[in-house]
């Protein structure tokens, strides 16, 4: 895919040095009359159906701070300025930017998707080389309308390009009407779409991914054993496996991994993102601008396998001591982190440019996930993929849905799924062995918080499972400051000594499942009808 971004760039930049071209077609547009012609032209054009943005674009289903957003709204953690905060702190309005920016450029995508689908069948080329393409854009349009109806509920169900009149006029679907659409695109595409692709090809849209987003679907929805048949055709393909390592798999060094299902594809200098610059603490030269909440840092386990209210091995005078690997490759604390042998240092009172209390907002923790020690260039221009599904994913939803479908749950199929997963070389973590239904619903849902923190991947399993009211209405709680809360005076603590977070978060339950149709949408066009609430 990197190679096809390219040629795409090299492709307008030589049009742009053309005269006949200028002399053609308009400067802000390509001629949909003069541009379908060939096989190159469809490539080109399916380039551009993958492209969502690169440096400093964000608020969709495919960015990285955009997807990390998505978990410090579903109280994974803060960020410094509350952007994401405000998504579920009572605070939510339909002329928030947020959500809007999440609508149009979820839409904008759409329409380059319709745009293709709508004349690449002008084209004079192989049919299978364009089923092919169309099974690709389709799979890219329906990962867009579920995502739309997830967090706005029905929205306009558009599958054509629009005039300005008919655009300025539409009215919402229904969100089954959405998802029923959605289904029935990933069905027909999935089957056309081969299973693996060569390294070449890296980003561009297989079975597994189709398949991937369908089992999303199909969760969602609660229809627990179709779900099941779809992560299982996925599994049953064998194309995909538990990497042994973990912290690389969010580096440039992992961007091949076969774990990795679907991503977002980047390429440093000419296609390349910002998100480090936001994750790095300032010691890194970053902004620090995510502060992980201890109540994530809580939900990692001991060595031993058993939670820190259950565990032998757990202290609460040095709590961060025996967990689960994970944590520290997820989130750097105080004294326990260090990149090219500089430590990463919160202690208040020091002068460490990170240390707790230089703003309101800070935790004390910072995410390590993502920070790669290879990469020495710009903040601003890192060319690392993105993973928005990975096959452990698949493997705990298959086992999710195959215990909430009723159906029979032994040691062999939690050794083929979440074993697989705990038991990668790097983490190397006890072999879960409960039958018990509830016993393991609250191990899996532990396990998908833990092993995908800041992947996106939360808000949407908070929703499903009906805990966002739970989860989001409460005081968050950040690094341990004392052993001693009871005569403990500088900052405010909990009775375990961790500092208290002066924002709260306020989910309104019945009213922020659904976020709001933008304002700025429904003054342009008035058959827009607004969420409850709002």
């Avoid at 009359?33 to 943005?53: H, I, M, P, Q, R």
């Avoid at 973590?429 to 092993?451: F, G, K, Q, Y």
């Amino acid at each position: 895919m990197k190679k096809l971004i390219n040629i795409f760039i090299f492709s307008l930049l030589a049009a742009g040095c053309n005269k006949s071209f200028f002399d053609k077609q308009p400067l802000d547009a390509v001629s949909d009359a003069t541009f379908w012609k060939t096989a190159s032209d469809a490539n080109l054009a399916l380039v551009g159906c993958y492209n969502t943005g690169a440096g400093w674009k964000g608020e969709d289903f495919w960015t990285p701070r955009s997807m990390v957003y998505l978990d410090l709204m579903a109280g994974n953690g803060s960020e410094k300025e509350l952007i994401p905060d405000h998504m579920t702190d009572g605070t939510l309005n339909s002329a928030y930017w947020v959500p809007a920016n999440y609508w149009s450029n979820s839409y904008r995508k759409i329409a380059v998707c319709n745009n293709f689908l709508d004349h690449v069948g002008t084209i004079n080329m192989d049919t299978t080389l364009r089923a092919v393409m169309m099974a690709e854009v389709r799979t890219l349009r329906a990962y867009e309308y579920f995502n739309l109806a997830l967090y706005f509920g029905g929205v306009p169900l558009v599958q054509h390009v629009l005039t300005i009149p008919e655009a300025n006029s539409v009215v919402r679907a229904t969100r089954d009407e959405v998802w029923a659409f959605v289904e029935a695109e990933l069905k027909a595409a999935y089957p056309l779409l081969p299973s693996t692709r060569p390294a070449t090809e890296n980003g561009r849209m297989t079975a597994g991914a189709a398949l991937a987003i369908l089992g999303r679907l199909q969760m969602a929805e609660k229809k627990w054993s179709e779900a099941a048949s779809t992560y299982k055709i996925i599994i049953d393909s064998k194309a995909y496996s538990i990497d042994p390592r973990f912290k690389e798999l969010f580096w440039q060094a992992g961007e091949l991994s076969n774990e990795i299902v679907m991503s977002s594809q980047y390429l440093v200098d000419t296609y390349s993102h910002v998100l480090l610059q936001y994750l790095y603490p300032e010691t890194y030269s970053g902004w620090h601008q995510f502060s992980p909440y201890n109540e994530l840092v809580k939900e990692y386990e001991c060595k031993d396998g058993k939670p820190i209210e259950t565990s032998p091995l757990y202290d609460k005078n040095n709590p961060y001591n025996n967990r689960d690997p994970r944590l520290d490759y997820t989130i750097m604390i105080d004294g326990r982190f260090s990149l090219n042998g500089v430590a990463y240092v919160a202690t208040p009172g020091s002068t460490s440019p990170d240390r707790f209390g230089k703003y309101a907002n800070w935790s004390g923790y910072c995410i390590s996930k993502f920070v790669d020690p290879g990469f020495s260039g710009s903040l601003t221009n890192y060319g690392g993929n993105w993973c928005l599904v990975r096959y452990a994913e698949v493997l705990l939803s298959y086992l999710e849905s195959t215990l909430e479908a009723g159906g029979a749950i032994d040691q062999g199929l939690l050794d083929q799924t979440i074993n697989l997963v705990r038991g990668r070389a790097a983490v190397n973590m006890p072999a879960v062995t409960t039958t018990n239904a509830s016993d393991l619903r609250t191990i899996i849902r532990r396990e998908r918080r833990v092993e995908f923190a800041f992947e996106g991947l939360h808000y949407y399993d908070i929703l499903r499972w009906g805990t966002a009211g739970t989860e989001l209405n409460r005081t968050f709680t950040g690094m341990k400051l004392t052993n001693t809360p009871a005569t403990y005076t500088a900052y405010p603590v909990d009775q375990d000594g961790y500092y208290i977070m002066v924002n709260k978060r306020n989910f309104k339950t019945g009213v922020n499942e659904l976020w709001p149709v933008p304002q700025s949408e429904r003054d342009i066009n008035p058959n827009l009808t607004q969420n409850t609430g709002y």
